[in-house]
C-alpha cells in the first residue's frame, strides 16, 4: 500500500555535527507535525531504531564508527524506510551522494554550512521531508538497466556465440519482456510485436470518479501499442526525425561538422524518486536518441556531478545544461540546480538557456518553465515525460505541452516513488498514456517518429 502522510513524521538526524543536529531539529520543529530525534553516528542511530521506528532519516554520509553509506545500505537490506542523504557541494562528498541514491535513498539536500544564518531553506527542508516521508521505498535493485530488444547495455558483454538473445534484465518492479510471448505488466497488456495480434488499446486509468482523461494515443501504425519488447533502430536504420542540415562551410555547402539540432525535442521533469528512473530510461536510449533536456529537482552543486555520472553509464551524451547548448541528437542536457532551464529556437537549432528568476511552482528548476518553453519553441515535434515526485511542478507546462500538439506520458503509480507530479498532471488532462517506468523509453522512442511527422510542410520553419 502506498504511504499517506503521517499526522506526526517521525524524522531520525544522523550527524556527527552537534551544531547541524541542532539546526536541523529547529527547522523542522518550527511547524507542527513533526518530531525529531537525533543521533550523533549509525552506532547510536540503530539503538534509537529499535525503539522508535522513524518514518524518515536525514542521513551525513561521513561519520565516525560507521560511515552514512554502510549504514544506508544496511538500512535498504533489513527495514528500508525513507533516507534523505545530507551531503557538502565539494567531492568527495557530491560522488558519495550519488552512490548513496544509487544505494537507495530518496533524495539528497545539502548539508548545512557554517556560519547558520542563510545555511538552509526552511521551506525546501520540509518538502523534502514531508515528500520521503510519503515515499515508496524497497530494497534497492541490484541490476537497473533495462534493455530494450536490439540494443547492448552500456558496457555490457557481447551476446553469446551463436546469436544467442540477450536475457531480459529485471527492474525490481516490472521483469522487461523478450520478444517471445506477450505479457501484462499490472493494467497493461503488452502484445507482441505482430500485426495479427489486438493492441490490447486501453483508456488512461481516472484517479477519481469524477476525473476523466483521454484515450491512450498510439501512433505507431501497424505495429500495433508501443512495448518494450519490440526492436528500436540503431545504427543505419536511425529514427526518422525530418531534420534539415544546416550550411556550415563557405557558399552553403555543408561541411558535416556541424551537429545537426533533431527536430523532436524529449522533455523529461521529476523529483522525489527521479534520480533512479531517469537512469533507467537514459540507460535505455540509444546513441542517436532525440535530443533530450531534463528538469530534476536537485539543490545546486549535486547536478553536474549526477550529468556526470550519468554520462558514464549511458550511450548518449549527459551533461549538465549551460547557456546556448544546442539540443541535438544524442544528447541529454540536465539543468542546474539553481537555474530555471528554458529552450529556445535560433534557426533551425534548439538551444538552451538559463534564467535565475524566482521559483515557480516553489522550484528552481522547475518543470513548468521548462515545459512550458518546449511548448512554444518545439510545438508538436516533442514527447514530454513527467516523473515520479510530489507536489503538482510539471502538470501546467505538460498540460500546455498537450495543447501545443506534443505527445505526452506519464510514470503510473505502481512505479513511482511518490505518485505527486504524475498524478497531478492526469488530473489537469495534461497526459496521452500513462506508462510503468520500464516501458518509458520504449514509449518515448515509439511516439518520435509520429511526433516530427506532424506537421511535415513547416519541417524548415526557423
Excluded: W
Excluded at 57 to 67: F, G, H, Q, V
Amino acid at each position: 500500500m502506498r504511504p499517506s502522510l503521517p499526522a506526526v513524521i517521525e524524522v531520525l538526524v544522523v550527524d556527527d555535527s552537534a551544531v547541524v543536529r541542532q539546526l536541523l531539529t529547529t527547522l523542522l520543529t518550527s511547524e507542527s507535525g513533526i518530531h525529531v530525534t537525533t543521533a550523533s553516528d549509525p552506532v547510536v542511530a540503530m539503538a534509537k531504531m529499535r525503539r522508535r521506528r522513524p518514518h524518515v532519516i536525514l542521513l551525513d554520509l561521513e561519520m565516525p564508527r560507521m560511515d552514512g553509506l554502510t549504514f544506508l545500505r544496511q538500512i535498504m537490506a533489513t527495514d528500508p524506510l525513507p533516507v534523505v542523504v545530507c551531503s557538502g557541494f565539494a567531492e568527495p562528498g557530491t560522488g558519495l551522494a550519488m552512490r548513496a541514491l544509487s544505494a537507495g535513498a530518496v533524495d539528497i539536500m545539502p548539508k548545512p554550512r557554517l556560519p547558520v544564518a542563510g545555511a538552509v531553506d526552511p521551506t525546501a527542508l520540509l518538502d523534502v521531508v514531508r515528500a520521503a516521508a510519503m515515499a515508496r521505498v524497497g530494497p534497492p535493485r541490484i541490476q537497473r538497466t533495462i534493455t530494450l530488444p536490439g540494443l547492448m547495455p552500456a558496457k555490457a558483454a557481447p551476446p553469446p556465440a551463436g546469436g544467442a538473445p540477450v536475457p531480459a534484465r529485471t527492474t525490481g518492479v516490472h521483469r522487461v519482456p523478450t520478444p517471445a510471448p506477450a505479457r501484462t505488466t499490472g493494467v497493461h497488456r503488452v502484445p507482441t510485436p505482430a500485426p495479427a495480434r489486438t493492441t490490447g488499446v486501453h483508456r488512461v486509468p481516472t484517479p477519481a470518479p469524477a476525473r476523466t482523461t483521454s484515450v491512450q494515443r498510439v501512433p505507431t501504425g501497424a505495429q500495433g501499442v508501443p512495448t518494450a519488447a519490440q526492436r528500436v533502430p540503431t545504427g543505419p536504420h536511425r529514427i526518422t526525425t525530418g531534420v534539415h542540415r544546416v550550411p556550415t562551410g563557405t557558399n552553403g555547402v555543408t561541411t558535416g561538422v556541424h551537429r545537426v539540432t533533431t527536430e523532436a525535442i524529449v522533455a523529461i521533469g521529476a523529483s522525489t524518486g527521479g534520480t533512479e528512473a531517469l537512469r533507467d530510461i537514459l540507460r535505455a536510449m540509444p546513441a542517436d536518441a532525440p535530443g533530450i533536456v531534463i528538469v530534476q529537482h536537485m539543490p545546486a552543486g549535486f547536478t553536474a556531478a549526477f550529468a556526470e555520472h550519468l554520462n558514464g553509464i549511458c550511450r548518449i551524451e549527459v551533461r549538465e545544461a549551460a547557456p546556448g547548448d544546442r539540443v541535438i541528437r544524442g544528447r541529454a542536457l540536465i539543468a542546474r540546480g539553481d537555474r530555471h532551464l528554458l529552450v529556445k529556437r535560433h534557426g533551425f537549432d534548439v538551444v538552451c538557456e538559463l534564467s535565475d528568476a524566482a521559483p515557480v511552482s516553489r522550484h528552481r528548476p522547475s518543470v513548468d518553465v521548462l515545459f512550458r518553453s518546449i511548448a512554444e519553441a518545439v510545438g508538436p515535434r516533442a514527447v514530454g515525460v513527467i516523473l515520479t515526485g510530489m507536489g503538482a511542478d510539471g502538470a501546467e507546462g505538460l498540460l500546455a505541452m498537450k495543447q501545443a500538439g506534443a505527445s505526452t506520458i506519464a510514470q503510473d503509480e505502481s512505479t513511482s516513488v511518490v505518485f505527486g507530479m504524475p498524478k497531478e498532471a492526469i488530473d489537469r488532462g495534461a497526459v496521452d498514456v500513462v506508462l510503468p517506468l520500464p516501458r518509458i523509453a520504449a514509449g518515448i522512442l515509439q511516439r518520435v517518429p509520429a511526433v516530427t511527422g506532424s506537421r511535415p510542410a513547416e519541417a524548415g520553419r526557423s
